[in-house]
């Protein structure tokens, strides 16, 4: 069974920056797309950034030109790095590794505070 785990969820202050990692236990093969996700109190998890096998990123509306999305194929990493952070991006942050053959694994989550 394949865990992901992220790391680098906290507090900070309007303006300021994050970066969030996920790492999984083990290798994953024939990953289709990495993500970040997220889900605020009340509101439906939706989707932040997301990385195709081949390196073609999409991104959110509200993420766009703020945040950036990378991943590490080979390690089985994906990164999310958070810049201008504003109170409405107050959620718990989830990674999400899809596969060709459809499997779908998530995080744990990670709580992002934006408070001043």
């Known amino acids: 069974q394949v865990q992901l785990v992220e790391s680098g969820g906290g507090l900070v202050q309007p303006g300021g920056s994050l970066r969030l990692s996920c790492a999984a236990s083990?290798?994953?093969?024939?990953?289709?797309?990495m993500g970040w996700y997220r889900q605020a109190p009340g509101k439906q998890r939706e989707l932040v950034a997301d990385?195709?096998?081949?390196?073609?990123?999409n991104y959110a509306d509200s993420a766009k030109g703020r945040f950036t999305i990378s991943s590490d194929n080979t390690k089985t990493t994906v990164s999310l790095q958070m810049n201008s952070l504003k109170p409405e991006d107050t959620a718990v942050y989830y990674c999400?590794?899809?596969?060709?053959?459809?499997?779908?694994?998530w995080g744990q989550g990670t709580q992002v505070t934006v408070s001043s």
């Open positions: 999400s590794v899809q596969t060709l053959v459809g499997f779908n694994y």
């Open positions: 083990r290798s994953i093969s024939r990953i289709y797309v």
């Open positions: 990385i195709m096998s081949g390196g073609k990123t």
